[in-house]
């Protein structure tokens, strides 16, 4: 079993900034991919940015220049730095990490979401 814990959502003001965090927990080798994706309401879930075990990341085009994602290993953890923030990034926030275990594929994780709302 593996459990995501995401810290760090909140309201802020349209410019301003907040920083993710998502930490892993569970019985498992190694972690690979870590990332976030969001949901808005009445919007299907859509990926945010990714970063990969060796630490290359991805960032979708309407965040590109805004977030940063980065890692933790050591710790299990992902970051998600966010600036300049826009109304149209208020969302519920999902970290997901995919996990290893010897012999196995990599499983899916998801974290419970956590909201991030911004005011005009």
């Known amino acids: 079993q593996v459990q995501l814990e995401e810290s760090g959502g909140g309201l802020v003001q349209a410019g301003g900034s907040l920083r993710l965090s998502c930490t892993a927990s569970g019985r498992f080798f190694s972690i690979g991919h870590m990332g976030w994706h969001r949901q808005a309401p009445g919007q299907s879930r859509e990926w945010v940015a990714s970063?990969?075990?060796?630490?290359?990341?991805n960032y979708a085009d309407s965040v590109k220049g805004r977030f940063t994602i980065s890692r933790d290993s050591a710790k299990n953890t992902v970051y998600l730095q966010m600036n300049s923030l826009k109304p149209e990034d208020t969302a519920v926030y999902y970290c997901?990490?995919?996990?290893?275990?010897?012999?196995?594929?990599?499983?899916?994780?998801w974290g419970q979401g956590t909201q991030v709302t911004v005011s005009s």
């Open positions: 997901k990490a995919d996990t290893i275990r010897l012999g196995r594929p990599p499983t899916a994780n």
């Open positions: 970063i990969t075990s060796g630490g290359a990341t």
